[in-house]
C-alpha cells in the first residue's frame, strides 16, 4: 500500500509549505524510495488559468497541459520529474465531478452531501493518482491555512484516509511558525499551539511539526512545544531561513526529520544520499561575482508572478559560476510617465533583458519600445510567449517600417497583424483551459543559433498562448534580418526568433522556465546567462561582487 503524507499550515500564508513538502519529498526520493508529489487547492475556480499572476502568483504549466499552482513548479525542480495536471487538485473540480455524477444519476435517491460524496471524491483523486504515478510515497500539500472554511472537506478527506488506510500508512506533518519578537529576542511558540488546537478540533494530530523561523528553534523552544502538541520532541523539526532554497533538503535532514517519518511509516529506506544535491546547492551561495539583468514585465508588483523564470535565471547563473541581480522595471514606465528616466538609466547598467510572458494590453508599448532599445543597444535579450510576439511587433514598426503593426490580441484593428490568433482558436468562447496548452516536440533548424544552443534537432517546450506569428508576414521578416529557426507541428508553428548579427537577441514561442531544473538549467537561459557575461567582459566591465542568491 502506497505511504501518504500530508502537509498543513499554521499561523499565517507563505510560510514555505511548498518548499518544505518539496524538501520532504526530496530527501525521501533520496533514500531511494519512489516519491512523487500533490497540491490541494481549496479555492472555487477549476484550475489556476483564470487568475491575475498579481493576486495568485505565476500559472505552472505542465507538460500535459495543466495550469497549475506555481507549487507544481517547485515539486519538478526538486524531484526532477515531470508533474501531471492530474498532481493539482481543486474544490472546483472535485465539485464539478461531483455534480457532474449527480446529474447522471450516480447518486439517485441520495442526498448529495460534503461527508461522504465531496471527501470520497477528493479520496478517490488522491489514491488513484498516487497509484497512477507508480510512487510509493505521495507527499500531499494542502493549500491555505488550518483554519480556512475553504480547506475544510480536505483535512476531513485526510482525516477520513487515516482511518481508512492506517495510521502506518498517514503522516500529519505541520508547518507553523515561530515569531521573534525584536525587543524580546524570544521564539514565541504560542501560535504553534494555537495552531494545533484548530488541527485537533478538525479532527487531526500532527505527527511531525516543521517550525519556521528566522534562525533555528531553542532546545528549550522544541521541548514546549512538544509538552504542549503531544508530538515527541524528536518530531519537532527546526526549519530556519536559508541562504538559498535549495538547502532546505539538507537543513531538514540534518535536523532529524527523517528518523520520525520513516519509523511512523515502518519504511526502511536505503542510505541517504544528498551529495550531489547539495553540490548543486552550493553553487548558488558560492558565487564570487554577478552580472543584472533587467525583467521588464506586466507584474513586477510580485515577484512570484514570474518565479519560474526568476529561478530559471538562477540555475543558468549558477551553472555560468556567477549570481545573478534581477532588476525589476515595469514595462508601464517607459510609456511616456515621469519614470522613463529612471526605467532606462536600469537597462543601460543591465547586462541582459528579459521580456517574459503576459496578456492584454497595458504595458505593451514598453515591452515593444524595450525589444527596439535591446536591438539598437545590442544589449542581450530573451522574449518569452508574448515576449516573443511583442519582439517581432517592435521588429516589424522599426525596421520593416510598418508603423502600426500590431497584434490583433491588442488592435483587432491593425492594418499590419504581425501576430494574429492561432486558427482553431477562432470558435472558442470560453476562457479557462483553452488556450494551447502543454508540451509540443519542437523542430530546430541547423545550423542556427537555436541549434547552438541546444545541441539538438528537437526538443520538447511547455506552450500557454492563443495568439502567434502570422506566418504571411514571415519571409518580410527574414529579409530584413529576423530569422525564424524552430517550428512545431509540422512547421505551422514558429517557435523560435533570433536576429542575425546580434549578440544575442531571441525569443521563444513556448515557456523554457517551466523545465529549468537547478540540476539541468535550461539550455536558453544559460545562453543568455553567457551572453551577458561575454558583453561584460567584451565592453571591459569587471563582473560584479554578487548577492547572496536566494
Known amino acids: 500500500m502506497p505511504k501518504y503524507i500530508f502537509v498543513t499550515g499554521g499561523v499565517m500564508s507563505g510560510l514555505g509549505k511548498g518548499i518544505t513538502t518539496s524538501s520532504l519529498a526530496k530527501i525521501l526520493q533520496r533514500t531511494g524510495l519512489t516519491v512523487t508529489c500533490m497540491k490541494v487547492d481549496p479555492y472555487i475556480n477549476f484550475d489556476a488559468g483564470t487568475m491575475n499572476p498579481i493576486a495568485h502568483g505565476e500559472v505552472f504549466v505542465t507538460d500535459d497541459g495543466g495550469e497549475c499552482d506555481m507549487d507544481l513548479g517547485n515539486y519538478e525542480r526538486f524531484?526532477?520529474?515531470?508533474?501531471?495536471?492530474?498532481?493539482?487538485?481543486?474544490?472546483?473540480?472535485?465539485?464539478?465531478?461531483?455534480?457532474?455524477?449527480?446529474?447522471?444519476?450516480?447518486?439517485?435517491?441520495?442526498?448529495?452531501?460534503?461527508?461522504?460524496?465531496?471527501?470520497?471524491?477528493?479520496?478517490?483523486?488522491?489514491?488513484?493518482?498516487?497509484?497512477?504515478?507508480?510512487?510509493?510515497?505521495?507527499?500531499?500539500?494542502?493549500?491555505?491555512?488550518?483554519?480556512?472554511?475553504?480547506?475544510?472537506?480536505?483535512?476531513e478527506a485526510f482525516r477520513q484516509m487515516r482511518l481508512e488506510d492506517g495510521a502506518e500508512n498517514t503522516l500529519f506533518v505541520h508547518v507553523t511558525l515561530a515569531p521573534e519578537m525584536g525587543a524580546v529576542g524570544e521564539m514565541k511558540t504560542k501560535p504553534t499551539q494555537?495552531?494545533?488546537?484548530?488541527?485537533?478540533?478538525?479532527?487531526?494530530?500532527?505527527?511531525?511539526?516543521?517550525?519556521?523561523?528566522?534562525?533555528?528553534?531553542?532546545?528549550?523552544?522544541?521541548?514546549?512545544?512538544?509538552l504542549f502538541t503531544s508530538v515527541p520532541v524528536n518530531s519537532v523539526i527546526s526549519n530556519p531561513d536559508v541562504e538559498t532554497i535549495y538547502q532546505v533538503p539538507e537543513t531538514?535532514?540534518?535536523?532529524?526529520?527523517?528518523?520520525?517519518?520513516?519509523?511512523?511509516?515502518?519504511?526502511?529506506?536505503?542510505?541517504?544520499?544528498?551529495?550531489?544535491?547539495?553540490?548543486?546547492?552550493?553553487?548558488?551561495?558560492?558565487q564570487k561575482s554577478s552580472v543584472t539583468v533587467a525583467m521588464v514585465g506586466k507584474y513586477v508588483t510580485l515577484m512570484d508572478s514570474y518565479v519560474s523564470v526568476n529561478l530559471a535565471l538562477k540555475h543558468a547563473a549558477a551553472a555560468n559560476g556567477v549570481g545573478v541581480d534581477i532588476k525589476w522595471v515595469e514595462s508601464e514606465d517607459f510609456e511616456g510617465t515621469t519614470k522613463a528616466d529612471k526605467a532606462r538609466a536600469i537597462l543601460d547598467g543591465a547586462d541582459a533583458i528579459v521580456l517574459p510572458q503576459g496578456y492584454g494590453k497595458r504595458g505593451t508599448e514598453g515591452k515593444i519600445w524595450t525589444a527596439d532599445y535591446a536591438r539598437r543597444e545590442r544589449k542581450p535579450l530573451l522574449g518569452l510567449c508574448f515576449g516573443f510576439?511583442?519582439?517581432?511587433?517592435?521588429?516589424?514598426?522599426?525596421?520593416?517600417?510598418?508603423?502600426?503593426?500590431?497584434?490583433?490580441e491588442l488592435d483587432p484593428q491593425t492594418p499590419d497583424p504581425v501576430i494574429d490568433l492561432l486558427p482553431e482558436q477562432k470558435g472558442v468562447s470560453n476562457m479557462g483551459g483553452t488556450m494551447r496548452l502543454g508540451g509540443h516536440d519542437i523542430a530546430v533548424q541547423k545550423p542556427s543559433r537555436a541549434f547552438d544552443v541546444y545541441r539538438s534537432k528537437t526538443v520538447r517546450g511547455?506552450?500557454?498562448?492563443?495568439?502567434?506569428?502570422?506566418?504571411?508576414?514571415?519571409?518580410?521578416?527574414?529579409?530584413?534580418?529576423?530569422?525564424?529557426?524552430?517550428?512545431?507541428?509540422?512547421?505551422?508553428?514558429?517557435?523560435?526568433?533570433?536576429?542575425?548579427?546580434?549578440?544575442?537577441?531571441?525569443?521563444?514561442?513556448?515557456?523554457?522556465?517551466?523545465?529549468?531544473?537547478?540540476?539541468?538549467?535550461?539550455?536558453?537561459?544559460?545562453?543568455?546567462?553567457?551572453?551577458?557575461?561575454?558583453?561584460?567582459?567584451a565592453k571591459g566591465k569587471k563582473i560584479q561582487v554578487a548577492a547572496r542568491s536566494v
Open 79 to 155: 524531484l526532477n520529474k515531470d508533474l501531471s495536471k492530474e498532481d493539482n487538485i481543486t474544490t472546483g473540480q472535485v465539485y464539478n465531478a461531483v455534480i457532474e455524477d449527480e446529474r447522471k444519476g450516480k447518486y439517485l435517491g441520495k442526498c448529495v452531501q460534503i461527508i461522504p460524496h465531496v471527501t470520497d471524491e477528493i479520496k478517490r483523486r488522491i489514491r488513484e493518482r498516487t497509484t497512477k504515478s507508480g510512487s510509493s510515497v505521495a507527499v500531499i500539500e494542502c493549500g491555505g491555512t488550518v483554519g480556512d472554511i475553504e480547506s475544510l472537506p480536505f483535512l
Open 389 to 408: 510576439q511583442l519582439s517581432i511587433v517592435s521588429f516589424a514598426r522599426n525596421v520593416l517600417g510598418l508603423k502600426y503593426a500590431n497584434s490583433t
Open 252 to 286: 531538514l535532514y540534518r535536523e532529524g526529520v527523517l528518523k520520525p517519518v520513516l519509523s511512523h511509516l515502518q519504511i526502511k529506506g536505503k542510505r541517504t544520499d544528498l551529495y550531489e544535491w547539495n553540490e548543486v546547492a552550493s553553487r548558488f551561495v558560492k
Open 194 to 226: 494555537h495552531s494545533v488546537q484548530e488541527l485537533r478540533r478538525i479532527g487531526i494530530q500532527p505527527d511531525l511539526i516543521v517550525v519556521r523561523g528566522t534562525r533555528a528553534l531553542p532546545a528549550d523552544a522544541k521541548e514546549k512545544l512538544a
Open 462 to 537: 511547455r506552450h500557454r498562448h492563443r495568439f502567434e506569428l502570422n506566418q504571411s508576414y514571415m519571409q518580410r521578416l527574414e529579409n530584413a534580418g529576423m530569422r525564424f529557426s524552430a517550428f512545431s507541428d509540422g512547421g505551422r508553428r514558429a517557435e523560435i526568433l533570433e536576429l542575425k548579427g546580434h549578440p544575442f537577441f531571441m525569443g521563444t514561442q513556448y515557456h523554457p522556465e517551466y523545465c529549468s531544473r537547478p540540476e539541468y538549467p535550461e539550455p536558453m537561459f544559460l545562453a543568455l546567462l553567457k551572453a551577458a557575461i561575454d558583453e561584460r567582459k
